[in-house]
């Protein structure tokens, strides 16, 4: 998530921003802030597209995403394997994990949490191991799958 430090009364163009009161009676300005997220959603696919138990990839103002249908329930992640590049939807969905097709690193599509890292000796050999995806917040409106980027 990120935040940007805007001064008072600037137009609220960016997806996220951080809103702050400052003390301009002292030499240095002191900040007291909140924060007030905006969620730009943005439309990925229909419900319809992603069966139950299966998951595909899409493109969303460039980013890879990948939308998986578990048990009903519709999940968001990056789309790319951060070991060597894998592209996820190609791999295979097993319960609530997709498998990298590349070197079978696991990933829980509802947290992002790594389950399973590529074998030792392939992260010895690659310079390192793979690392959680990033998810993305999910909005349902009618039959529409929106994420939050």
Same mark, same amino acid.
């Given at each position: 998530?990120?935040?940007?430090?805007?001064?008072?009364?600037?137009?609220?163009?960016?997806?996220?921003?951080?809103?702050?009161?400052?003390?301009?009676?002292?030499?240095?300005?002191?900040?007291?802030?909140?924060?007030?997220?905006?969620?730009?959603?943005?439309?990925?696919? =229909?419900?319809?597209?992603?069966?139950? /138990?299966? %998951?595909?990839?899409? $493109?969303?103002? !460039?980013?890879?995403? #990948?939308?998986?249908?578990?048990?009903?329930?519709?999940?968001?992640?990056?789309?790319?394997?951060?070991?060597?590049?894998?592209?996820?939807?190609?791999?295979?969905?097993?319960?609530?994990?997709?498998?990298?097709?590349?070197?079978?690193?696991?990933?829980?599509?509802?947290?992002? =949490?790594?389950?399973?890292?590529?074998? /030792?000796? %392939?992260?010895?050999? $690659?310079?390192? !191991?793979?690392?959680? #995806?990033?998810?993305?917040?999910?909005?349902?409106?009618?039959?529409?799958?929106?994420?939050?980027?």
């Amino acid at each position: 998530m990120e935040l940007m430090t805007l001064p008072a009364l600037a137009p609220l163009s960016v997806s996220r921003l951080r809103l702050g009161w400052y003390d301009v009676g002292r030499s240095v300005l002191s900040e007291q802030s909140m924060v007030l997220e905006v969620m730009v959603m943005e439309k990925v696919c =229909k419900a319809s597209d992603v069966p139950k /138990a299966a %998951m595909k990839g899409f $493109t969303v103002k !460039g980013r890879q995403i #990948l939308v998986a249908n578990v048990d009903g329930n519709f999940y968001a992640v990056d789309a790319i394997c951060p070991h060597m590049n894998g592209y996820l939807p190609s791999g295979k969905l097993e319960k609530n994990e997709v498998v990298c097709p590349v070197h079978r690193a696991r990933y829980d599509v509802a947290t992002g =949490k790594l389950m399973r890292n590529v074998p /030792a000796i %392939m992260r010895v050999a $690659t310079g390192g !191991g793979a690392r959680d #995806l990033q998810t993305f917040k999910l909005k349902m409106e009618a039959d529409d799958i929106l994420v939050d980027l």
